[in-house]
């Protein structure tokens, strides 16, 4: 055991179920070594505080027995809440969350000031050809009015020389 440490020996086992021969050979080993001596050291010196410790015995007071028994029974009869209220109280907030942002946002929808995003007729089809489908069906005329057959008559021809 001289070429190798004991390091190992001792993290593989308690110290206390070390055999008399794993000891005389550590302890011929720790005569060289300081590294292992202080790991020995530590390992005895832990063993024997744990021995001691595990000994004591710690009497409980005269009342304990009495209040961990009260404790039992008062946890048996106390009344279990349903689990509507327990998930209730689990999910009030993210429900009242979403309550309010429901009523924002409607308020906003209803309320709120509306931009004008759809273009006038007018300025479409001032940019298309004074005979075209949209013009004559849109365009206020006026005066001018198209009679019938121009109307359809202007349909007719444009879906014609689409056609071609």
Not at 31 to 48: G, H, M, Q
């Amino acid at each position: 055991m001289a070429a190798t440490h004991i390091v190992k020996l001792l993290e593989e086992k308690p110290f206390s179920s070390l055999s008399s021969a794993d000891i005389a050979r550590a302890e011929s080993h720790i005569a060289n070594c300081s590294e292992c001596r202080s790991a020995y050291d530590a390992a005895r010196i832990a063993a024997v505080l744990i021995e001691v410790r595990s000994s004591e015995r710690v009497e409980v007071g005269p009342f304990f027995k009495t209040r961990v028994m009260a404790s039992i029974r008062e946890r048996r009869l106390s009344s279990e809440e349903p689990a509507l209220v327990r998930m209730w109280r689990a999910a009030s907030a993210l429900v009242s969350t979403i309550g309010i942002l429901l009523v924002i946002l409607t308020g906003i929808t209803i309320f709120g000031e509306r931009p004008e995003t759809r273009v006038p007729a007018t300025e479409m089809v001032a940019s298309q050809n004074l005979y075209s489908p949209e013009h004559v069906v849109l365009e206020d005329l006026g005066d001018d009015e198209l009679a019938n057959d121009q109307v359809l008559g202007t349909i007719y021809d444009l879906e014609d020389s689409d056609e071609q």
